[in-house]
């Protein structure tokens, strides 16, 4: 079992910056590729960014290439979203979730088994 409890999220306005938090307690943190995924009322899960269990190797979704960034600190158990030059449809409930280390990153929801409670992110325009 693995608790994943993200945190950072907030109220900012279009062009700033935000640093989501997921602390992850329970088993090795390093046997889980770590990711992030976010949901817009009313809209289906979309994937953000995953993170393998060394955290040198990092998949982004194309339409936020280069305005959000992985990273994580494994001796700190914890996984980070870095995001800039924040858009209103940004705006949505961020989870971060957690599967066992494999060969590839993955984007589909449904490979992740733990998944945190999300916090909200909202970008006024």
């Known amino acids: 079992q693995v608790q994943l409890v993200e945190s950072g999220g907030g109220l900012v306005q279009a062009g700033d910056s935000l640093r989501l938090s997921c602390a992850a307690s329970?088993?090795?943190?390093?046997?889980?590729?770590m990711a992030w995924f976010r949901q817009a009322p009313g809209k289906e899960q979309y994937f953000v960014a995953a993170i393998n269990w060394s955290g040198n190797n990092a998949y982004y979704a194309d339409s936020l290439k280069g305005r959000f960034t992985i990273s994580r600190d494994n001796a700190k158990k914890s996984v980070y979203l870095q995001m800039n030059s924040l858009e209103p449809r940004d705006t949505a409930v961020y989870y971060c979730?957690?599967?066992?280390?494999?060969?590839?990153?993955?984007?589909?929801?449904?490979?992740?088994?733990?998944w945190g409670l999300g916090t909200q992110v909202t970008v006024s325009s």
């Open positions: 329970g088993r090795t943190f390093t046997n889980y590729d």
């Open positions: 979730a957690a599967q066992l280390t494999s060969l590839s990153l993955s984007p589909e929801p449904r490979r992740y088994r733990y």
